[in-house]
């Protein structure tokens, strides 16, 4: 017996370590917005919450308590226009990445199927499938995989990481239709689906894909991924939840009971009153549009170019800076590119000269190589010291 080989996709931060000393050698020290872990407090009403449900002797529910569960559908119609959503179809989850990466053997997939998954895209997607023996495939038409009936599986980010590219109803219309066709079932991760920037998406008008719109009242063969990491601060927590179809929901509520696949029971608590708590979403979501704007005129000021990114923790930013860059830096340009090819690596070195630390597009797929991944998830402080290098 071996291990699944993924060696070819695990991230190769060691590529990016050279790049990060760089930016640590500035005198004002180093902005890290390589990576999109929050940095801002858990608001005190949800560690309120976790404390007053600290007596949690009895093992909890697989399947969530009734009042989660409730929660769920509530927020649903409330801030994602899903009105009716059964309380039987949601189910807790550890994290939304272990139902990414694990989804495809719950559902027994494996050699001859096919996961279709985002062209950029964090590479989970892509490592579920290969865990479960399947064959990933990477596509953002319909058309590639319209009428293969070897697809059994097609996955959605939207607003997507790292490029905050938000799919229209429409979009998500043909998704399904297509994946009708060929009995696939369709999932969304949609966890950043609160931070949309565009005024189109200003209070939860990112679309579902349970939106009625989309499903026209008929769930069949949909799930949605959610997680509280972003809009709540509880990315310590491992808090999330899948909801939509019943039958599917049921088969892996009776697959995760066997498993021990539990969401801890003052989790539970803390995610329902979060879930009913919108005042908490709303000024995390103001402190992220802050940075943000700050950030977004200092990196177009630049020279950079900003694809994408109505929605999410990033901007999806490319430029040509490989003219302006020191010849040290270009070694490590060099070098980076003997590993991993693209562009991203000159944007890359141009920032970190400035103690400016950024994702390569290269981590995220061949389709990714131009751009650079600028999360928002630092303090104040530190977004306005990038904002200043960068006008410097």
Partial sequence: MGFVDISDLAFPWDVLEPFGDLARSHEGGIVDLSVGTPVD????????????????????????????REAVAQWFARRRGVPGLDPRNVLPTIGSKELVALLPAMLSLGEGDVVVHPRIAYPTYDVGARVAGATPFAADDVEQWRGNDRVKLVWINSPGNPTGRVLSVAQLREIVSAAREVGALVISDECYAELGW???????????????????????????????????????????????????????????????????????????V???????????REVYRRRRNVLLAAVEGAGLTISDSQAGLYLW???????????????LVSQAQSVMPGKCWATVGYLAERGILAAPGAFYGDAGTSHVRIALTATDERIEAAAQRLRS
Wanted: overall charge negative; hydrophobic content about 40%; some cysteine.
């Fill in 274 to 284: 979060a879930l009913r708590d919108d005042e908490h979403v709303s000024v995390q």
């Fill in 41 to 68: 407090p858990t608001p005190q009403v949800l560690r309120d919450a976790l404390t007053a449900a600290a007596d949690s002797h009895g093992y909890p529910l697989t399947y969530g308590t009734p009042d989660l």
């Fill in 198 to 272: 565009n005024d189109e998406y200003a209070d939860g008008g990112v679309p579902s894909l349970l939106d009625p719109r989309v499903t026209d009242g008929n769930t069949d063969g949909l799930l949605v991924t959610y997680s509280l990491s972003k809009q709540s601060n509880l990315a310590g927590y491992r808090a999330a939840f899948v909801a939509g179809d019943g039958s599917v929901v049921s088969a892996l509520l009776a697959l995760r009971k066997h498993l021990g696949m539990i969401v801890p029971g003052p989790v539970q608590h803390a995610m329902a």
């Fill in 317 to 331: 930013a490319t430029s040509d800076a490989s003219w302006c860059l020191t010849e040290a830096t270009q070694e």
